[in-house]
Protein backbone atom coordinates (compact mmCIF):
# COMPACT_ATOMS: atom_id res chain seq x y z
CA UNK A 1 0.00 0.00 0.00
CA UNK A 2 1.64 3.22 -0.99
CA UNK A 3 -0.06 6.88 -0.57
CA UNK A 4 1.32 9.69 -1.89
CA UNK A 5 0.02 13.52 -0.58
CA UNK A 6 1.63 16.73 0.19
CA UNK A 7 1.05 18.32 -3.49
CA UNK A 8 -0.59 21.70 -4.66
CA UNK A 9 -0.53 24.72 -6.33
CA UNK A 10 3.06 26.84 -5.71
CA UNK A 11 4.40 29.71 -7.48
CA UNK A 12 7.34 29.65 -9.63
CA UNK A 13 10.15 29.79 -7.14
CA UNK A 14 8.25 28.71 -4.43
CA UNK A 15 8.87 25.21 -2.78
CA UNK A 16 6.87 21.95 -1.21
CA UNK A 17 7.18 18.80 0.11
CA UNK A 18 5.93 15.68 -1.20
CA UNK A 19 5.52 12.49 1.33
CA UNK A 20 4.77 9.03 0.62
CA UNK A 21 3.84 6.12 2.85
CA UNK A 22 4.40 2.59 2.71
CA UNK A 23 3.60 -0.45 4.29
CA UNK A 24 2.64 -3.87 3.72
CA UNK A 25 6.35 -4.73 3.39
CA UNK A 26 9.71 -4.95 5.01
CA UNK A 27 9.84 -1.10 4.07
CA UNK A 28 13.91 -0.63 4.98
CA UNK A 29 14.85 -2.98 2.62
CA UNK A 30 13.64 -1.42 -0.67
CA UNK A 31 14.07 1.36 -2.91
CA UNK A 32 11.75 4.20 -3.05
CA UNK A 33 11.30 6.29 -6.52
CA UNK A 34 9.57 9.08 -7.22
CA UNK A 35 8.42 9.51 -10.92
CA UNK A 36 6.41 12.40 -12.31
CA UNK A 37 3.64 12.62 -15.82
CA UNK A 38 2.11 15.25 -17.59
CA UNK A 39 -0.80 14.25 -19.90
CA UNK A 40 0.07 12.76 -23.11
CA UNK A 41 3.77 12.29 -22.15
CA UNK A 42 5.58 9.27 -20.73
CA UNK A 43 6.41 8.86 -16.57
CA UNK A 44 9.76 10.33 -16.14
CA UNK A 45 11.75 9.13 -12.91
CA UNK A 46 12.33 12.48 -10.88
CA UNK A 47 14.59 11.06 -7.91
CA UNK A 48 14.94 7.57 -5.87
CA UNK A 49 16.48 6.44 -2.70
CA UNK A 50 17.87 2.56 -2.07
CA UNK A 51 17.13 0.47 1.07
CA UNK A 52 19.51 -0.70 3.10
CA UNK A 53 21.99 1.81 2.10
CA UNK A 54 20.47 4.92 1.18
CA UNK A 55 21.80 5.78 -1.99
CA UNK A 56 20.29 8.73 -3.44
CA UNK A 57 19.80 9.36 -7.35
CA UNK A 58 17.95 12.45 -9.20
CA UNK A 59 17.18 13.16 -12.84
CA UNK A 60 19.14 15.91 -14.65
CA UNK A 61 15.95 18.31 -14.39
CA UNK A 62 15.99 18.20 -10.79
CA UNK A 63 19.04 17.55 -9.32
CA UNK A 64 20.15 20.50 -6.74
CA UNK A 65 16.76 21.61 -6.72
CA UNK A 66 15.19 17.91 -5.14
CA UNK A 67 16.15 16.24 -2.00
CA UNK A 68 14.86 13.06 -1.40
CA UNK A 69 14.93 11.36 2.27
CA UNK A 70 13.46 8.72 3.50
CA UNK A 71 12.69 8.03 7.37
CA UNK A 72 12.60 4.18 8.00
CA UNK A 73 11.40 4.39 11.42
CA UNK A 74 7.96 5.95 10.03
CA UNK A 75 7.70 4.03 7.10
CA UNK A 76 7.75 7.51 5.26
CA UNK A 77 9.70 8.97 2.14
CA UNK A 78 10.01 12.87 1.31
CA UNK A 79 10.96 14.81 -1.79
CA UNK A 80 11.72 18.29 -1.13
CA UNK A 81 11.37 20.41 -4.11
CA UNK A 82 13.13 23.73 -4.04
CA UNK A 83 13.35 26.69 -6.81
CA UNK A 84 10.30 25.16 -8.60
CA UNK A 85 10.00 25.69 -12.21
CA UNK A 86 6.51 25.83 -14.26
CA UNK A 87 7.60 22.61 -16.18
CA UNK A 88 7.73 21.03 -12.92
CA UNK A 89 3.78 20.46 -13.36
CA UNK A 90 2.89 17.02 -13.28
CA UNK A 91 1.15 14.49 -11.13
CA UNK A 92 3.54 13.23 -8.69
CA UNK A 93 4.04 9.44 -7.90
CA UNK A 94 5.45 7.33 -5.47
CA UNK A 95 6.11 3.79 -6.19
CA UNK A 96 8.24 0.96 -4.36
CA UNK A 97 11.20 -1.21 -6.43
CA UNK A 98 11.27 -4.78 -4.45
CA UNK A 99 14.84 -4.58 -5.97
CA UNK A 100 18.39 -4.33 -4.33
CA UNK A 101 20.59 -1.16 -5.15
CA UNK A 102 22.48 -3.70 -7.68
CA UNK A 103 20.10 -4.34 -9.96
CA UNK A 104 18.69 -0.39 -9.96
CA UNK A 105 22.25 0.80 -10.83
CA UNK A 106 22.75 -1.84 -13.25
CA UNK A 107 19.35 -1.50 -14.95
CA UNK A 108 18.68 2.07 -14.33
CA UNK A 109 16.85 3.37 -11.61
CA UNK A 110 14.43 5.65 -13.76
CA UNK A 111 12.85 2.67 -15.49
CA UNK A 112 9.56 2.76 -14.76
CA UNK A 113 8.26 -1.16 -15.31
CA UNK A 114 11.38 -2.06 -11.91
CA UNK A 115 8.89 -0.89 -9.93
CA UNK A 116 6.44 -2.56 -8.38
CA UNK A 117 3.66 -0.69 -5.88
CA UNK A 118 2.40 2.52 -6.52
CA UNK A 119 0.37 5.38 -5.43
CA UNK A 120 -2.18 7.32 -6.85
CA UNK A 121 -0.50 10.08 -7.49
CA UNK A 122 -0.52 13.91 -6.23
CA UNK A 123 -0.98 16.99 -8.56
CA UNK A 124 1.74 19.65 -8.40
CA UNK A 125 1.01 23.05 -10.64
CA UNK A 126 3.89 25.33 -10.56
CA UNK A 127 2.07 28.94 -11.77
CA UNK A 128 4.71 31.35 -13.98
Known amino acids: HVVEFGGGLVQAGGSLRLSCAAS????????IGWFRQVPGKEREGVSC????????YYSDSVKDRFTISRDNAKNMVYLQMNSLKPEDTAIYYC???????????????????????WGQGTQVTVSS
Open 95 to 117: AVALHSTTILEVTGWSKSWLYDY
Open 24 to 31: GFSFGDYA
Open 49 to 56: VSGTDGIT
